[in-house]
């Protein structure tokens, strides 16, 4: 190996427990590396001695390493709009080949080809794992993933006015997203609302609040506001629980206005009676 004589007939000259004489025939002479590591690889050189013509062989050993990543980013939270680096360091030889790809129904093939990705500007849609793949072919490609989580205020995205007959159980519901999840308050025109309240009940989830009254009377009925609020922001929506009744008033069961307290803009909402006349009645006004 090189200028080391590793054989020389039936001796061995060189220390290491891993090279052995396997045959040595007036046809064949051979050795074998077991356990082989990346320092074996290099040229070895096979000389024949004869009384006419010395021959020597030559042949040069690939040591291949499957892959293996020696380095990734931590998981990562970071607020939308922010730009995020992640690092994907591996070994293996031929060297491997890196790629990135994100975890996400939306997303479609690699996103990287390189063991660095950049993204500027992230958005919430970008949030969920990274994943990092090793590939050499020399065995299966490794792989290891990144969790990045957007941080973002809450966003009302459903508060419905509801109209409820006297006495009977009613419920407003308000229901947002965020990251970290928003805490919710109820207040009915600028007074709060609590838990435990007599014939009320607030339930707050990770993504919705539920409003519940047990027994509608007439106060009951009136302008609700649910707020949602975490570290970055806040937002409001408002809604009507209004009397539902089999008279002559019918009301339009829309959305309910809704005020993100982030930039200061309304959404359009509100509740709309509409009455409706007998045909008769109004061919008598004409």
Same mark, same amino acid.
């Given at each position: 190996?090189?200028?080391?004589?590793?054989?020389?007939?039936?001796?061995?000259?060189?220390?290491?427990?891993?090279?052995?004489?396997?045959?040595?025939?007036?046809?064949?002479?051979?050795?074998?590396?077991?356990?082989?590591?990346?320092?074996?690889?290099?040229?070895?050189?096979?000389?024949?001695?004869?009384?006419?013509?010395?021959?020597?062989?030559?042949?040069?050993?690939?040591?291949?390493?499957?892959?293996?990543?020696?380095?990734?980013?931590?998981?990562?939270?970071?607020?939308?709009?922010?730009?995020?680096?992640?690092?994907?360091?591996?070994?293996?030889?031929?060297?491997?080949?890196?790629?990135?790809?994100?975890?996400?129904?939306?997303?479609?093939?690699?996103? @990287? /080809?390189?063991? *660095?990705?950049?993204? %500027?500007?992230?958005?919430?849609? !970008?949030? &969920?794992?990274?994943?990092? $793949?090793?590939?050499?072919?020399?065995?299966?490609?490794?792989?290891?993933?990144?969790?990045?989580?957007?941080?973002?205020?809450?966003?009302?995205?459903?508060?419905?006015?509801?109209?409820?007959?006297?006495?009977?159980?009613?419920?407003?519901?308000?229901?947002?997203?965020?990251?970290?999840?928003?805490?919710?308050?109820?207040?009915?025109?600028?007074?709060?609302?609590?838990?435990?309240?007599?014939?009320?009940?607030?339930?707050?989830?990770?993504?919705?609040?539920?409003?519940?009254?047990?027994?509608? @009377? /007439?106060?009951? *009925?009136?302008?609700? %506001?649910?707020?949602?609020?975490? !570290?970055? &922001?806040?937002?409001?929506? $408002?809604?009507?629980?209004?009397?539902?009744?089999?008279?002559?008033?019918?009301?339009?069961?829309?959305?309910?206005?809704?005020?993100?307290?982030?930039?200061?803009?309304?959404?359009?909402?509100?509740?709309?009676?509409?009455?409706?006349?007998?045909?008769?009645?109004?061919?008598?006004?004409?």
């Amino acid at each position: 190996n090189r200028s080391s004589i590793l054989y020389a007939g039936n001796d061995k000259w060189c220390l290491d427990p891993r090279v052995v004489l396997l045959a040595n025939t007036k046809t064949q002479y051979s050795i074998q590396i077991q356990d082989v590591d990346v320092y074996d690889e290099g040229p070895y050189t096979c000389s024949v001695q004869t009384d006419n013509h010395p021959k020597t062989s030559r042949v040069h050993l690939i040591v291949q390493v499957s892959p293996k990543i020696t380095e990734i980013s931590s998981d990562i939270s970071i607020n939308e709009g922010g730009n995020v680096s992640l690092t994907c360091i591996a070994t293996g030889r031929p060297d491997p080949t890196i790629t990135w790809r994100h975890i996400s129904p939306k997303a479609v093939g690699f996103i @990287s /080809e390189d063991e *660095y990705l950049e993204i %500027t500007g992230i958005t919430r849609e !970008q949030s &969920g794992e990274y994943e990092c $793949s090793a590939s050499n072919d020399v065995a299966a490609p490794v792989v290891q993933r990144v969790k990045v989580t957007v941080n973002y205020p809450p966003y009302i995205s459903d508060a419905k006015s509801t109209g409820v007959p006297v006495g009977q159980k009613g419920i407003l519901l308000c229901e947002a997203s965020a990251v970290p999840s928003a805490d919710f308050q109820w207040y009915k025109d600028d007074k709060r609302l609590a838990e435990g309240q007599k014939g009320l009940k607030v339930e707050n989830k990770a993504f919705f609040s539920r409003l519940t009254f047990f027994n509608v @009377s /007439e106060q009951d *009925y009136g302008n609700y %506001t649910c707020v949602a609020s975490n !570290q970055l &922001g806040n937002t409001n929506a $408002s809604m009507i629980l209004y009397e539902e009744t089999t008279t002559a008033l019918t009301p339009w069961k829309g959305p309910g206005a809704v005020h993100d307290g982030n930039n200061g803009a309304w959404r359009r909402g509100g509740c709309v009676w509409l009455l409706a006349l007998p045909l008769t009645q109004l061919a008598r006004q004409f």
